[in-house]
């Protein structure tokens, strides 16, 4: 398992989807320390100067460690919530830079067994802070066909491009466009439906 800490086990499958998502993606376990941080993670903290934050570094730390002071609060009850209730927790956040202005969304799965937290961050604006032109958003993602391919779990949007690319489109979940068809992106699939095991197999 790459990056991952000895307290969680979990299907080699599930985190070789989870290494290549363009998502930056971490597993947090019961103690809400960092058990798995995927290649995203390296690649976000090496744009961003962030040479002790690679995940080398990070793993077996407690995230509440690496967070601001007036957000421990917040995200301490989320995640243990998240935890003890069994259910999905989602919000979005900033986390620009000087020279851009970045929001994510954030997608928190609880793993009963063994107990452990997914945590999604899928880039949702990402431009300078000058005002910029962007093309219409369905440009992006719709085929040659017509189609928009929208995961029926976390709802991010495929790239028509970059199909390895899922991404987090607001303007989506409030007005859908025409044309959606609804897929399922790697990570969701590997979560969901996860693959079963042959008991009859020795």
Request: charged fraction near 25%; proline fraction near 7%.
């Amino acid at each position: 398992m790459k990056g991952a800490s000895d307290s969680i086990v979990c299907d080699d499958a599930l985190i070789d989807e989870f290494e290549n998502d363009r998502s930056v993606i971490y597993l947090l376990d019961n103690n809400l320390r960092i058990a798995y941080c995927n290649k995203a993670w390296d690649e976000f903290a090496e744009r961003n100067g962030g040479v002790k934050l690679q995940r080398t570094e990070q793993v077996r730390r407690r995230v509440l460690d690496s967070t601001a002071e007036p957000l421990k609060a917040f995200y301490r009850s989320a995640f243990e919530r998240a935890l003890a209730e069994h259910q999905p927790w989602e919000h979005l956040y900033e986390c620009s830079s000087p020279g851009l202005y970045r929001e994510f969304h954030m997608q928190v799965l609880p793993v009963q067994a063994p107990p452990c937290l997914v945590v999604v961050n899928s880039l949702v604006i990402e431009k300078t802070h000058e005002r910029v032109t962007r093309p219409p958003l369905t440009a992006l993602y719709r085929t040659s066909g017509g189609v928009i391919s929208m995961c029926m779990h976390c709802r991010r949007t495929r790239r028509s491009e970059e199909p390895d690319v899922w991404d987090w489109v607001p303007d989506f979940e409030a007005s859908p466009p025409d044309g959606v068809s609804h897929g399922l992106c790697p990570t969701c699939f590997f979560y969901y439906y996860p693959p079963v095991k042959d008991s009859t197999r020795k």
